[in-house]
């Protein structure tokens, strides 16, 4: 069942939208040809704490057919290059309330990819316009796959908005990107986020690569001096994502974070997302805002462009 916000509440997921919007502004401010992809969420991530909030999971920045999940190792040396087209997913938490968003940047000229960033873009204006109490969720994921598609491109199908929780990035309802004939509707004062993705290829995506992303499933606990010492960085996320590298920052060694995560995963205590790929390796472009569904509806992380 979807969480419904009450009054008190608001203005926690309210501010953490805000942050999150900043942030996400300052990493498309910050992110140039030649910056390791490391470099730019670690800033990110330091923006997101200075502004007061913690973060709702570790920043991403897929790169090219990678639609989500890329967040590399702390000794990680992959720049971003000529050509690429990178999507930034960043999320702020406020008292475990979330502001979730996303944008796409492309260090290139090409129309055709041009035209793929506007695609994921406008689709999310449009799914905006729809954003009211009552409106059916197949409406939102028809009004993106048309938009998409009237680009010459295809949605994502297999990913999808959702709602937002209390230190709980993905809750419902899912938001689909196509018309999934689910006629359950948006009701007041819900949480959610929309994020359409647009691509070259199918419309498909699948794990590919070695997970760095991660969340706790279990209270189980663990025999291994390294893993206790994770167990218990771990626990501060409060159920929320953590990357390899948070752990490894936290414990002062990628060796003990490696050792550790690995008896972790073994025992069924976390969950593991590797890297989605777009299947037919097409380019992946992705637009994203929270909404506080009402009336009035708030786009929580809509913020000024120089802000």
């Given at each position: 069942m979807a969480m419904i916000i009450n009054e008190e509440s608001k203005e926690y997921f309210i501010h953490?939208?805000?942050?999150?919007g900043?942030?996400?502004?300052?990493?498309?401010?910050?992110?140039?040809?030649g910056m390791p992809v490391r470099e730019l969420l670690d800033k990110v991530e330091l923006k997101i704490n200075d502004l007061g909030a913690g973060l709702a999971f570790p920043a991403q920045a897929s790169i090219n057919d990678i639609a989500a999940h890329f967040c590399p190792k702390n000794d990680d040396?992959?720049?971003?290059?000529?050509g690429d087209m990178v999507k930034i997913d960043i999320g702020a938490e406020v008292e475990g309330f979330i502001g979730d968003?996303?944008?796409?940047?492309?260090?290139g000229k090409d129309p055709e990819l041009l035209k793929l960033l506007?695609?994921?873009k406008k689709a999310l204006q449009n799914a905006t316009k729809l954003v009211r109490i009552g409106t059916p969720l197949n409406l939102i994921g028809a009004e993106i796959e048309k938009t998409i598609m009237s680009f010459g491109f295809n949605p994502i199908r297999n990913l999808s908005g959702h709602g937002l929780g209390v230190y709980s990035q993905h809750d419902s309802p899912t938001i689909p990107n196509y018309d999934n004939n689910d006629t359950s509707i948006l009701e007041e004062n819900e949480m959610i986020a929309i994020e359409p993705f647009a691509t070259t290829g199918a419309g498909l995506v699948k794990n590919h690569g070695e997970a760095t992303l991660f969340s706790k499933i279990s209270d189980k606990n663990s025999r291994n001096p390294f893993?206790?010492?994770?167990?218990k960085v771990i626990n501060k996320f409060k159920g929320l994502p953590f990357s390899f590298a948070q752990i490894t920052k936290n414990i002062g060694s990628a060796n003990k974070a490696r050792i550790g995560l690995q008896d972790l995963n073994q025992l069924g205590i976390l969950h593991g997302y590797p890297p989605l790929i777009e299947k037919s390796n097409g380019i992946v472009s992705q637009h994203e805002h929270s909404f506080l569904v009402a009336d009035k509806t708030i786009i929580t992380t809509m913020v000024d462009d120089d802000e």
């Amino acid at each position: 069942m979807a969480m419904i916000i009450n009054e008190e509440s608001k203005e926690y997921f309210i501010h953490a939208g805000q942050i999150a919007g900043k942030a996400l502004n300052y990493a498309c401010k910050t992110i140039k040809m030649g910056m390791p992809v490391r470099e730019l969420l670690d800033k990110v991530e330091l923006k997101i704490n200075d502004l007061g909030a913690g973060l709702a999971f570790p920043a991403q920045a897929s790169i090219n057919d990678i639609a989500a999940h890329f967040c590399p190792k702390n000794d990680d040396i992959i720049e971003f290059q000529e050509g690429d087209m990178v999507k930034i997913d960043i999320g702020a938490e406020v008292e475990g309330f979330i502001g979730d968003n996303a944008r796409t940047v492309y260090f290139g000229k090409d129309p055709e990819l041009l035209k793929l960033l506007e695609a994921s873009k406008k689709a999310l204006q449009n799914a905006t316009k729809l954003v009211r109490i009552g409106t059916p969720l197949n409406l939102i994921g028809a009004e993106i796959e048309k938009t998409i598609m009237s680009f010459g491109f295809n949605p994502i199908r297999n990913l999808s908005g959702h709602g937002l929780g209390v230190y709980s990035q993905h809750d419902s309802p899912t938001i689909p990107n196509y018309d999934n004939n689910d006629t359950s509707i948006l009701e007041e004062n819900e949480m959610i986020a929309i994020e359409p993705f647009a691509t070259t290829g199918a419309g498909l995506v699948k794990n590919h690569g070695e997970a760095t992303l991660f969340s706790k499933i279990s209270d189980k606990n663990s025999r291994n001096p390294f893993a206790r010492d994770v167990l218990k960085v771990i626990n501060k996320f409060k159920g929320l994502p953590f990357s390899f590298a948070q752990i490894t920052k936290n414990i002062g060694s990628a060796n003990k974070a490696r050792i550790g995560l690995q008896d972790l995963n073994q025992l069924g205590i976390l969950h593991g997302y590797p890297p989605l790929i777009e299947k037919s390796n097409g380019i992946v472009s992705q637009h994203e805002h929270s909404f506080l569904v009402a009336d009035k509806t708030i786009i929580t992380t809509m913020v000024d462009d120089d802000e």
